[in-house]
């Protein structure tokens, strides 16, 4: 029963994460792997998180372990768009960031960077068989014949972590780009990796990687029950859309990066919302009046 139990707990702390790297020269690279949690679960972050440096052919070159300090644990704030509603309560979520710095010199293909970690969270609605489906994190660094010293664009702000069923919800998941390079938005399909038995694989898994597999009625545009659905501008990332059933729903934004039209890599970030009934915020208190 004990090895039951911790295995669940252990399952089910994973909310959500993306990585991210900006170019610093002389082929160095900062990357950075951001992690969410569930406040509420008795898993802490790991202390460290094995990333895989492989080659377009998908060959494992080295594996990085970073370590990260207790101090950078950080809280997500709850971000509710519409001021006549409460905040849902009972929501908490935490963030790490992992930071290193590698030097990646010219490779043609690129190198691809790769974290996996299980599990979801097992009330997601949308997807299947969440508790026993892990994720994958991964970025590309181009190939030098299409650009050198790349960084990818950055999130303004963080993850929405909660919605109030039948109220209309708007949030901008815009980025910013240091290269200054045009960006493209787009409803992403998350990616699957590490089991149960092997939470923290080290080394990851070479690529390519699997999405999740949709639940009856989602899909990669439809990944949130809403009326009217959500929309995400391509241009500006603005998401918008009125959620109309309560639950966890796996969620995933993808950004592709383009210079002079040709694209040259994208990030992701993969996050679990909680849609819940929100309490009114509003109260009919006004003074009475004299002619």
């Known amino acids: 029963l004990f090895l039951m139990v911790s295995q669940e707990v252990r399952a089910t702390h994973l909310v959500g994460g993306t990585m991210t790297y900006s170019c610093t020269g002389n082929n160095n690279y ?44 950080d809280s997500v704030p709850v971000l509710i768009s519409n001021p006549c509603v409460l905040s849902p309560p009972n929501v908490c979520i935490e963030k790490i960031e992992y930071q290193f710095t590698v030097n990646l010199p010219p ?34 660094i181009p190939d030098p014949g299409i650009v050198t010293c790349n960084s990818t664009p950055v999130f303004n702000n963080p993850p929405p972590t909660a919605m109030c069923t039948n109220y209309q919800f708007d949030y901008d998941l815009s980025a910013t780009d240091a290269d200054g390079d045009s960006l493209y938005y ?90 819940a009934s929100c309490q009114s915020n509003t109260v009919a208190n006004f003074k009475a009046q004299t002619s």
């Open 107 to 140: 490779l043609q293909g690129g190198y691809n960077l790769v974290y996996q970690r299980c599990c979801r969270n097992n009330a997601a609605v949308n997807i299947v068989n969440p508790q026993n489906t892990g994720s994958t994190y991964f970025v590309h």
């Open 186 to 275: 787009s409803f992403g399909e998350p990616y699957s990796g590490a089991t149960p038995g092997q939470p923290a694989p080290n080394p990851p898994s070479s690529p390519p990687y699997n999405n999740v597999i949709w639940n009856p009625g989602y899909s990669v545009n439809y990944q949130i029950d809403a009326n009217p659905q959500f929309t995400l501008d391509p241009f500006t990332g603005y998401l918008s859309g009125t959620p109309s059933a309560v639950g966890y729903y796996t969620f995933s934004v993808n950004i592709k990066e383009y210079r002079n039209g040709v694209y040259i890599s994208e990030i992701y970030r993969d996050f679990l919302l909680t849609v």
């Open 30 to 73: 900062l990357v950075t792997l951001t992690v969410y949690r569930d406040c509420f679960s008795a898993t802490l972050f790991d202390n460290q998180a094995p990333v895989g440096i492989f080659n377009s052919a998908g060959t494992l070159l080295s594996t990085e372990l970073i370590p990260f300090s207790a101090n950078a644990v």
